[in-house]
């Protein structure tokens, strides 16, 4: 436990700071638990600079630029300054480590106070009686990597994983007795020439049970909902006057998103969603039947037509055919204050991702009749 916006801050600086010196090669963030707190690491693999450089970064009155690449990329140096203070201020340390064409390495260490763990949430559920397929899936699958991450967070439901590393092996699962798997997760985006894959998809008869990961980051909230809907469902409280039905529309670009939205909607109520993958497609439905739906959820950032683009494109709509005024909800993966900024008056509630299904049952409790 330490401070949630401060600690942000910190990693939003280091990080952009690494990305913008890093031109060719990676960035990775590290975290891990530390005796008496928690510990960060944010290493590229840029230009670096010389030992003696690195320990000036973080003074205000060093400002150094190490060679032609950094002059490029430009930049007052406060930024660093700035987070080695507010680390300070957190009781924590910070360090640069590097050598002159070998990246950097920041290290933040901030101490922070550790909960007692219960071992018998009720939030979590047993997925011991699912299955689930991950394709592919290495040997030895990097921690850091996305196979790693979702493998780790399989693990911790108790999921029983199906891992075929190549084509070949995925075949093979279609000479094994039949076992109905509760997902499918692909991380290649070269799966799309794989004709091998494509045609055990094809056979796959839940294709709704089908998840591209490889689009997307990797959420725990998002592989729940999507392996053990229905357990984690029944382990909330219901609400004590649950929410009339509704009609949803939701612009969301992200497949998977999409397909947990609709997941958590039909175990809130009895209500009706149309999910879409941009704002064009969103303001196209609108204009279709502006009378036919009560909120309308838009994302920020969508291919074709943005949320900010399709929410003003939706009001002129009514304001030319002097309808009433939709609800119209802002899911965005900014905070408020952000998403306030890009949408202004056009919406009337904003929400930060992940989507819950508390913070769908308060929108539909909210919603206009």
Partial sequence: ???????????????????????????????????????FKVVDTGPGMAPEAAARLFDSDQQYQSNAAQREHGGTGLGLA?????????????????????????????????????????LRPDGSNRSVVVYPTPK????????????????????????????????????????????????NPGIDHDDVAQAWVARFPHKDRVHELYR??????????????????????SPKHPPPPRSILAAEDDSTIRNVLLKQLAHCGDHKCLAVANGLLAVEAYEHDPEGYDVVLL????????????????RDFEKSQGLR?????????????????????????????????????????????
């Fill in 1 to 39: 436990m330490t401070d949630k916006l401060r600690v942000r801050q910190i990693l939003i600086n280091l990080l952009q700071n690494a990305i913008k010196f890093t031109d060719v090669g990676s960035v990775a963030l590290r975290c891990e638990l530390a005796e008496g707190g928690v510990m």
């Fill in 82 to 122: 700035l987070v080695s203070s507010i680390v300070g201020r957190l009781g924590g340390s910070i360090r640069a480590k590097s050598a002159a064409g070998d990246g950097m390495t920041m290290t933040v260490f901030l101490p922070a106070a550790t909960l007692p763990r219960k071992e018998h949430n009720v």
């Fill in 140 to 187: 030895h699958a990097d921690p850091m990597t996305t196979p790693g991450v979702l493998l780790r967070i399989l693990a911790d439901l108790a999921v029983d994983v199906v891992r075929p590393a190549n084509a070949a092996e995925l075949e093979a699962l279609s000479c094994l007795p039949s076992r109905d798997y509760t997902a499918v997760f692909l991380l």
């Fill in 216 to 237: 997307t980051p990797v959420f725990a909230s998002a592989v729940r909902a999507l392996v053990l809907p229905t357990t984690i469902s029944e382990a909330l409280p």
């Fill in 299 to 314: 994302d920020v950032n969508m291919p074709v037509m943005d949320g900010p683009t399709a929410a003003q494109r939706i």
């Fill in 325 to 369: 005024r939709v609800r119209i909800i802002a899911v965005s993966g900014h905070d408020e204050e952000e998403t306030e900024l890009l949408f202004g008056a056009l919406v009337d509630l904003s929400i930060e991702k992940p989507l819950t299904k508390e913070k769908l049952r308060m929108i539909l409790s909210e919603s206009k009749t």
